[in-house]
């Protein structure tokens, strides 16, 4: 059948994306052929959601059509058995997988979290303190510790410990995996039913099966770890006892459940942990803005505690700011989500929209770069201008749609937007609320300012540039006072060690 494809480059294009990030060849296409775009890539067809109108009506409207996700034959059906959530297709399987991630995590439940996140950033701010130049793993424990906690109710002290490296190494070796074009049944799948003898990419895959027994051992052990505090009645709340609660595996065999666990770390630490970054990296590069913020903090924390998450509502330019931070930089002209693509969705039947068919089968981005320089979403959407998010957002332009819960659009879309949005901006708010309160940041001496251009792309994710921080108290009772909530916030952290 000959279908009616929205416009696009035709042609191989695959090796457009060798010399530059995804995100950018979008842009240039967006720019050519509008809101939304269609090409091929090897067999896939992939269409381009670049507005908010678009996105709304296809990933949220249509949501029954539009929750799949692209087959991965390697990662996902070999590496990971069909395990993970992340890259299930939309059925049974990701159904439940979602409910257990949603009742872990969800807005409510994410409340409950905010204890350990508290302590940690407690913790945080003595560690940047004793030495800022280590400031990325401080961050990165502070990140890790958290997800675990939420995960398996166990927090962490060391990026060393096993339940970080190996989750990193598995988190590789997945990344590794979706590569395109490393692996030849990818293109094909077909090949698979070949019979074995004559599959000869087979010794490639049987590597990966190898891989999938330790990592289904490995994360066995770890629901394991966290069942047995259950049972002794000694564990903190989170996504794994909620699990083992009545009914809470939502039918889901034990192994489903320990990948299901392994999802809070795969999804949730290089986002968070380049969200904070990317904050941290416009405070050190506009100084003003950052003062503008630390006002706010003095007048409604005051300089003898540190910001809670009671301050939160009384803190709208911080709030805003964060916000802001996650879409654009200031000055420069550049937008910065985090997930610039998303992580692409599928259809799982034919489709049509304005007119073009979308097959079933097509993977589908919803561009959250093209969002962020909407006009309809966005009056003026090259300023940085944080005060846009002073009151509820209101969209700009003539877009009548409702943009749901005022901010979301950078976790994503419809019934796969991101489960761990709340504690994501939980984490984010406190780090930057607390990190700001006590330091006056600048770049170390003789050291340079971040150079914007130089973002880094580390899978589906855009981190900050390398920067360096030098950090100083800002008056004269912050070092007494991290001293001593650190050292009260180390004895209260120990209900999470094991
Ligand atoms: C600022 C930090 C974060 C950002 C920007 C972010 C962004 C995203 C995006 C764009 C998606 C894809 C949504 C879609 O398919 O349309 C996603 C999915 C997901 N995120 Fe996050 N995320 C963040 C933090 C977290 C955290 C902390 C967790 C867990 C603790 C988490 C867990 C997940 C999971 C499990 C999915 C897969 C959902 C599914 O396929 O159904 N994320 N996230």
Known sequence: RKYHLPPGPTGNVAGEFTNA???????????????????????????????????????????????????????????????????????????????????????????????????????????????????????????????????????????????????????????????????????????????????????????????????????????????????????????????????????????????????????????????????????????????????ELDSVVGKDRLPTFEDERSLPYLTAFIKEWQLRAPKTKRWRPVVPLAIPHATSKDDVYDGYDIPKGTTVYGSVDALVKDPELFEDPETFNPSRFLSPHKPAGNWNGKVEGEFTMPFGFGRRVCPGMHVALQSTFISIARILWAFDLSPPEGGSLPDYRKAQSLGKTRLPPPYQICVRPRHAEVERIIAAESAEAKIRLKEWEY
Request: proline letters at 4%; aromatic letters at 10%; charged letters at 25%.
């Open 21 to 295: 990030p995804m995100y950018e060849i979008f842009d240039k296409w967006r720019r050519k052929y509008g809101r939304i775009f269609s090409f091929k890539l090897g067999t896939r067809r992939v269409v381009v959601l670049n507005n908010i109108k678009a996105t709304t009506d296809l990933l949220d409207k249509k949501g029954d059509i539009y929750s799949s996700r692209p087959r991965l034959v390697v990662a996902h059906d070999i590496l990971s058995g069909g395990k993970r959530g992340l890259s299930s297709p939309y059925g049974d399987h990701w159904r439940r997988w979602r409910k257990l991630q949603h009742m872990g995590m969800n807005g409510k439940i994410a409340l409950s979290y905010r204890e350990q996140q508290t302590l940690e950033s407690t913790l945080l701010l003595h560690e940047l303190l004793t030495d800022s130049s280590e400031h990325q793993k401080v961050l990165q424990r502070f990140v890790t510790s958290i997800v675990l906690g939420i995960a398996y109710g166990r927090r962490i002290d060391s990026l060393n410990d096993e339940m970080v490296t190996y989750n990193y190494n598995a988190v590789l070796e997945y990344q590794r995996a979706s590569t395109p074009g490393k692996y030849i049944v990818e293109t094909w799948p077909s090949l698979l039913w070949l019979p074995r003898p004559l599959q000869w990419f087979r010794p490639a895959l049987a590597a990966l099966e190898k891989i999938r027994e330790k990592d289904t051992e490995v994360y066995m052990n770890f629901l394991n770890g966290a069942k047995e505090r259950y049972e002794a009645g000694i564990a903190k709340d989170s996504m794994a006892t909620y699990s083992l609660s009545k009914g809470g595996n939502q039918g889901m065999t034990d192994v489903e459940v320990a990948y299901a666990l392994s999802a809070p770390f795969s999804a949730g630490v290089d986002t968070t942990l380049s969200t904070i970054g990317w904050s941290l990296v416009a405070a050190l590069s506009f100084p003003d803005t950052a003062t503008r913020i630390q006002s």
